[in-house]
Every structure is written in structure tokens, then in C-alpha cells.
T-cell receptor, first 110, second 120 residues
Framework: SQQGEEDPQALSIQEGENATMNCSYKTSINNLQWYRQNSGRGLVHLILIRSNEREKHSGRLRVTLDTSKKSSSLLITASRAADTASYFCATGRRDDKIIFGKGTRLHILP | ETGVTQSPTHLIKTRGQQVTLRCSSQSGHNTVSWYQQALGQGPQFIFQYYREEENGRGNFPPRFSGLQFPNYSSELNVNALELDDSALYLC???????????????????FGPGTRLTVL
């Protein structure tokens, strides 16, 4: 079974708008990571936030983590056509497993 | 620095056959994980290898087995293929680090491009 659950399952926005995706999980974690996947290819790591961190930035990406609610969000600002992809959250657990959610399919409209 | 590579890119097998998928980890990484990704789903953790030993396993039957070699490359073997084994198989490498007495390999995963397996 998959631990992370992304919300929404699919998202379509206009180019230039901000995109927000959420992730919820069930058990204690070492870290939470976000990945991007284009057209069924290999996943690309975007950002990692550790369990003792609350917010992290990388370029146009902003990730928040609320361990009390067991949730995280990924914000992509000023979206571009190249941001069209599937986005997955993955939880790094203390048993050395990384568990992925089902992903959010993001479509940036021209 | 060489990234993670996988072979073959695509593979077609028939039900009941056996398959071996290969992965070369990124330079300097000593941990390899394998994932199965069905169409429209997220990657499902199969197992992880560290220092040539299995270091964690997901909910996959024993017919899914693996190997890690001294150069940290890895193989995934699947016996008695079933139609539901059709999927994208992803390999990922990462460094195993120790911090505060706790050893973890749950940091950033570097993925290969995957092997698309079709079982007919």
C-alpha cells in the first residue's frame, strides 16, 4: 500500500499562475521528498524537507511540512509549460523505505 | 559523474517466463532500490540493496528477487511472470549515510530512466 496521498489527483492551470499540491501521510518520517515525472520516464528529485524543518525553498518551488498534521504542500510559482508533469510526494521512513503516493498530474495551459 | 542507467529500455515477455533487469548506480552511491510503477500509479517499493544484501522489502512475492554486485550495480529478477507484472520498473541509487548513530538511506533517490516491461 502507498503511504502518501496527493491532492488533487489532477490540476490544470494557466501559464503564469501558481500551482499548489498537497500530500498527506500516515506514519512517522525522516523526511519528505517531492519528485517530478515527465511522460512515464524516470523520476527527477525536486526537493527534500527533513522532519525537523517546516519550510524550504528552491527556485520557484516552496515546500512546507506539518508533522503534527502529517501533511506537506508543494507550491510552484509562476508556472511554465515545461512544468507540465506528474508530481509525487515520497516519505522517507525510519525503516529505510521510501513510499510514494499516487501523484498529481499537473497540466499548464498556454 | 555518470548517472543511473538501466537496461534494457523495453522488454516484451510472455506469461510464465523469467526476466532480468539491470541497473548501474550513480558513482559513489552504495544503495540501490527497485520500484514498480503501474500505469497511472506512483512507484511501489520492491526492495533495497546495501552492501550486496537486501535491506528492506515491500509487499512483493518471493518471485521478485535481486542482487547487488561489489561495484554496486544491481539486478532485478522476476520469475513466473504474470500479466499484472506489466509496468515500468525503476531503479534508484542513493548514498547510505550515518547521522547521530542512525544509518539511513532514505535521502534523495537518483532514478534511472526505467525499463518498460510488457507481459503478454
Amino acid at each position: 500500500s502507498q503511504q502518501g496521498e496527493e491532492d488533487p489527483q489532477a490540476l490544470s492551470i494557466q501559464e503564469g499562475e501558481n500551482a499548489t499540491m498537497n500530500c498527506s501521510y500516515k506514519t512517522s518520517i525522516n523526511n519528505l521528498q517531492w519528485y517530478r515525472q515527465n511522460s512515464g520516464r524516470g523520476l527527477v528529485h525536486l526537493i527534500l524537507i527533513r522532519s525537523n524543518e517546516r519550510e524550504k525553498h528552491s527556485g520557484r518551488l516552496r515546500v512546507t511540512l506539518d508533522t503534527s498534521k502529517k501533511s506537506s504542500s508543494l507550491l510552484i510559482t509562476a508556472s511554465r509549460a515545461a512544468d507540465t508533469a506528474s508530481y509525487f510526494c515520497a516519505t522517507g521512513r525510519r525503516d529505510d523505505k521510501i513510499i510514494f503516493g499516487k501523484g498529481t498530474r499537473l497540466h499548464i495551459l498556454p | 559523474e555518470t548517472g543511473v542507467t538501466q537496461s534494457p529500455t523495453h522488454l516484451i515477455k510472455t506469461r510464465g517466463q523469467q526476466v532480468t533487469l539491470r541497473c548501474s548506480s550513480q558513482s559513489g552511491h552504495n544503495t540501490v532500490s527497485w520500484y514498480q510503477q503501474a500505469l497511472g500509479q506512483g512507484p511501489q517499493f520492491i526492495f533495497q540493496y546495501y552492501r550486496e544484501e537486501e535491506n528492506g522489502r515491500g509487499n512483493f512475492p518471493p518471485r521478485f528477487s535481486g542482487l547487488q554486485f561489489p561495484n554496486y550495480s544491481s539486478e532485478l529478477n522476476v520469475n513466473a511472470l504474470e500479466l499484472d507484472d506489466s509496468a515500468l520498473y525503476l531503479c534508484a541509487s542513493s548514498p547510505k549515510r550515518t547521522s547521530g548513530g542512525y544509518s539511513s538511506s532514505t535521502d534523495t533517490q537518483y532514478f534511472g530512466p526505467g525499463t518498460r516491461l510488457t507481459v503478454l
